[in-house]
């Protein structure tokens, strides 16, 4: 009989289709056989566990500057061992591109942040906030290297024009790139928080009124448009309304390239957080903001039909402090205190907790929403996301009856919104290419770890896209709108 480096024994194994009782024999990181009765060096005795593909975070903020300057309190160290003690292997971070700077220079600063830190595997999504012709033929090369997600905005200083937007979808397009965007009306919410303010609205609870539904609903119907006229595969990130959860879900009925987003504060948080004694709200300011009690049971039904691809953190962590939420000052408007929360660390056992074992999602669902489909999505599939020979032995293991009551994390914050919580079933041991990370409450890798991954282009596999008759080459009528 064949010996494994390692043996993972006795567990009941899920992916994203089927569940099933095995071993898995791991060899040189990869997942060697799935079988019975295997003999490896290493043997983890997963009896009476979930053995599962490792998390993949797909949407964090991790040493990256902030629009407002602010660097995040987690560096690659922290925050890639607090996504690990989250039972996350895996994580895409963003790599923001600064005024005037090449895509080359940008990577070449995250490489710098994240190469001797990281202790699990990372990759990067690019944001670009300078989408210049020479930066726009660079998108290219930053493809082939391997980054082939990035982030526009339709807020914020780093907003784009809708003309701006057509040209970065057409060259995504054309060369297999998935375009992501936040998406909210920016003249919208100016005109909101700018009447607020006049009329001294001024505290932490006016973020939510500062930023409504419609403003998402109408953007996220835009930005669909605008990538059909062209079309390009668009990823709408942390969609936080039921209008704009439901164009996702429109779009993707008819074929559509339109991948959605939503996130555990919007699932488990409400705007009322945001109405705490003092300026405690203000760690609950984040964009797009906190929503009620009546979207959460609706973002929970586009959850379990499908119409969001992911669920992911959207990590965004500031201390509690004035390197942090208070860089501007105590004494500020709502519109001056840092916009973000942390999170990466609750995103599975919140979700497994509250979606599993309440039935809400079933758990090749919550597989493939924490895990598989971000590897599909994001270019990484077959290596990672699943349980297969061949893959990389990323793994969590879950105790599915552990409770706990949610308060500190491994992060680099003062302070967690879901603190208090109790929560059902953790990974207590995750795998990184065959190697413990984290085990039975301790950390086991070491900073430089983790390895930078090369992704491919997003299987759209099933999908039709959007072929409008102005822009079809074959018919062309008289003259070739679209190269």
Known sequence: MENYDLVISGGTIATASETFKADIGIRDGLIATVGNDLIGEDVIDATGKLVLPGGIEAHCHIAQESG???????????????????GNSC???????????????????????????????????????????????????AFDRGVTSFKVFMTYATRISDAQFLDILSVASKHGGLTMVHAENHDMLTFMANSLVKNGCVAPRYHALA????????????????????????MIVHVSTPGGAASVAEARARGAFVFGETCPQYLFLTHDDLDRPGMEGAKYICSPPLRDHATQEILWQHISAGTFSVVSSDHAPYRFDGTGKFAAGRDVDFRKIANGMPGIEMRLPLMFSEGVLKRRIGLNQFVALSSTNAARLYGMHPRKGTISVGADADIAIWDP??????????????YNPFEGMEITGWPVTVLGRGKRIVDNGALMAKPGDGAFIARDRTDLTGMSGTRLAETNRTRKFGAEVLS
């Open 68 to 86: 407002m300057g602010l660097m995040s309190a987690d560096d690659y160290e922290s925050g890639s061992i607090s996504a690990a003690f989250g």
């Open 91 to 141: 994580f895409i971070p963003f790599a923001a591109q600064k005024k005037a700077e090449s895509i080359a220079q940008t990577l070449e600063t995250y490489d710098s942040r994240a190469a001797s830190k990281s202790v699990i595997d990372y990759s990067y999504h690019l944001i670009l906030t300078d989408p210049t012709p020479a930066v726009l033929q660079e998108l290219p090369e």
């Open 211 to 234: 930023r409504p539904a419609l403003a998402e609903e109408e953007a996220i119907n835009r930005a669909i448009s605008l990538a059909g006229l062209v079309n390009a595969p668009l």
């Open 401 to 414: 009856e552990e409770v706990r009551v949610v308060g500190e994390m491994h992060d680099n914050m003062d």
